[in-house]
């Protein structure tokens, strides 16, 4: 899900920071595109980390075995 997010703002930042020429008072929309491009990539990275170490664990199944006996007779 986090790659998916991390490609998405990665798009999204491109195309703000490279093909949008608008102006907004009070707003650089590039670096709006640049900012978003950064946090794609930091997802993108975070969610190969995640699951890198997701894939590397154990898991160890332990079982627990009691015999039960009878007890001795009592006498």
């Known amino acids: 899900m986090a790659l998916?997010?991390?490609?998405?703002?990665?798009v999204v930042g491109a195309i703000l920071a490279f093909a949008v020429?608008?102006?907004v008072s009070g707003?650089?929309?590039q670096v709006v595109g640049w900012i978003c491009m950064l946090?794609?990539?930091?997802a993108?990275?975070?969610?190969?980390?995640m699951n890198a170490q997701r894939?590397?664990?154990t898991h160890t199944e332990v079982?627990?075995?009691?015999?039960?006996?009878?007890?001795?007779p009592r006498y």
């Not at 998916?4 to 990665?10: D, S, Y």
């Not at 946090?39 to 930091?42: K, N, P, Q, S, T």
């Not at 993108?44 to 980390?49: A, T």
């Not at 079982?63 to 001795?72: A, I």
Request: no cysteine; glycine share 8%; charged share 20%.
């Open 4 to 10: 998916g997010i991390g490609i998405l703002l990665v």
């Open 21 to 23: 020429e608008a102006t």
């Open 27 to 29: 707003l650089d929309i």
């Open 39 to 42: 946090a794609g990539v930091l």
């Open 44 to 49: 993108i990275v975070l969610s190969l980390v």
């Open 55 to 57: 894939a590397n664990t």
């Open 63 to 72: 079982v627990e075995r009691r015999d039960v006996v009878d007890p001795p």
